[in-house]
């Protein structure tokens, strides 16, 4: 495919926009190449036994491929804390880029860490895996918020023009999501889980030498712009690392000692205080911004609905990333891929959801612009009320094949096709308003400490999504799956009825 489609004042373009999207575009498709590979990959490798083997389609053993032999809750639970942090570790990473680094630098470094994290958990210890997920974490904390703000500076003019290039380069995370997971996953399934890793490894270096070789078409771009003095970012930048290592030697040292048995607490019980602390932070928070924040009546309002929206998405998302846990142990474990005589890997199954969203994204911007003109598009609340509902009918989808699914009674892979088209059609409901919802609702002030509640709730979403998953160590798949079920409609049902009174407080924001 050509990217180079036309030239504009001399200059190259991307599809008609400036061709430094390009650059911005292939980066965050090799990242989310990474990402998603090794979130395809994860609790399989980990719930895997240590004597694990791949078999043929006829039960033949095929070559060793030992996992870290982990019960579901525990295996749960570290997925549930590494996708939780890595969107917490998105304030911290979106703090150091705009005080000290600027985001371009922020990228690279970050990429760098995520490129080192997939090469150390191709070694084959224990060790390296946990420190490899570590790196990971930092690395997307530094990439994931900053590559966006790139973008955005790559159209000083806003307007229509920049969403369209936004909407150019969200195609790069699902196109990264689609080519990721299959790849990653044969790797690691069908040949050897640090096959997988590696492969990851190689993806997020491709993108970084393509993201320095088109750095020159960012033009300013990226750069820090706080107009400090050097000994001033000096003085911000000891500050800064020496509070960010002094907290990490004491996280370090707290999982030694949980892990000598010192300290005698599990990961699903971290989890959990993780999980519940964080939740009643971000509402002491919001009580403060209320009485002591200085905001005129209008301002509390909206800032009511802010708090509403990060309760919908963490409710969201808690169920939506049972893709990567849950579902996929489902996958694995009942359902039936072998097709004419050879198996397709359980991982292959979470690309449903990016083919879904290549293909649905545009149909719904479409939507929402008919419905606009008709003035029958619903409101910001409804429309999240909307996705919670559509979720919950994929999670009774998914419970009613669970019903009749067993060891000795495999179920076709439909059941889970039709599962995430409900829940990619609830997350193009949901998803998509988010940011742009909290950018017109935030006070002025506010607006970046208000990015960084949603992410929170994003985190904490994915959070919890790994504890649920947990529960498949002591409770069958399809009791799990309607009692998410049960909950996300209650929560859709609770949103959709109280949308018109909500809408009343966003006081005319659309």
Request: charged share 10%; aromatic share 14%.
């Amino acid at each position: 495919m050509s990217t180079e489609t036309a030239t504009t004042n001399g200059g190259h373009t991307f599809f008609g926009h400036p061709r430094g999207l390009a650059t911005l575009f292939f980066t965050e498709m090799w990242e989310r190449f990474a990402y998603y590979g090794l979130r395809a990959i994860l609790i399989l490798y980990m719930t895997a036994a240590v004597d694990n083997v791949v078999r043929g389609a006829d039960g033949s053993i095929l070559r060793a491929n030992p996992g870290l032999g982990l019960d579901v809750a525990t295996a749960a639970a570290i997925y549930g804390l590494y996708v939780g942090l890595v969107y917490i570790m998105a304030l911290p990473g979106g703090w150091v880029a705009d005080n000290l680094w600027g985001q371009r630098k922020a990228v690279f470094v970050g990429g760098c860490f995520i490129a080192a994290g997939q090469a150390t958990m191709v070694l084959p210890y224990t060790f390296t895996f946990f420190l490899g997920l570590v790196f990971i974490i930092l690395g997307t904390g530094l990439l994931k918020p900053n590559v966006s703000t790139v973008v955005g500076e790559l159209y000083p003019e806003g307007g229509a023009r920049r969403d369209a290039g936004f909407s150019v380069f969200y195609m790069g995370i699902n196109v990264g999501a689609f080519i990721g997971q299959p790849i990653v996953g044969y790797f690691g399934e069908r040949w050897n889980w640090h096959w997988g890793f590696a492969v990851g490894a190689v993806g997020m270096i491709l993108g970084l030498i393509q993201y320095r070789m088109g750095a020159k078409y960012l033009g300013e771009a990226g750069f820090l712009k706080t107009g400090d003095s050097p000994s001033v970012l000096s003085a911000k930048s000891r500050k800064f690392f020496t509070w960010f290592f002094g907290l990490f030697a004491l996280i370090v040292a707290f999982g030694y000692l949980v892990r000598a048995g010192i300290i005698p607490v599990t990961i699903t019980e971290i989890a959990e205080a993780m999980g519940y602390g964080v939740l009643v932070l971000v509402g002491i928070y919001f009580i403060y911004l209320w009485i002591f924040g200085g905001h005129t009546a209008e301002e509390n309002k909206r800032l009511g609905v802010i708090f509403w929206l990060f309760i919908l998405i963490a409710i969201f998302w808690s169920g939506f990333e049972q893709a990567g846990s849950s579902l996929n142990i489902f996958a694995r474990d009942l359902t039936n891929r072998n097709i004419g005589g050879w198996v397709m890997p359980a991982s292959w199954l979470q690309s449903v959801n990016p083919i879904f969203i290549i293909i649905g994204a545009p149909m719904f911007g479409s939507l929402w612009v008919f419905l606009d003109k008709v003035k029958k598009n619903p409101s910001l609340p409804l429309k999240a009320g909307l996705g919670l509902i559509f979720l919950s009918a994929g999670f009774f989808v998914i419970a009613w094949g669970a019903a009749n699914a067993s060891a000795d009674h495999l179920v076709t892979p439909a059941w889970l096709v039709v599962t995430y088209a409900l829940h990619t059609t609830g997350e193009l409901c949901i998803s998509p308003i988010g940011l742009s919802a909290i950018t017109k609702l935030s006070p002025e002030k506010r607006v970046g400490q208000m990015m960084g509640v949603w992410f929170v709730g994003a985190a904490l979403g994915n959070l919890f999504a790994g504890l649920i998953a947990g529960r498949l160590e002591n409770l069958p798949p399809a009791p799990l799956f309607q009692s998410v079920a049960m909950t996300v409609g209650v929560a859709g049902i609770i949103a959709a009825v109280a949308s018109p009174w909500v809408k009343k407080l966003m006081g005319g924001v659309k």
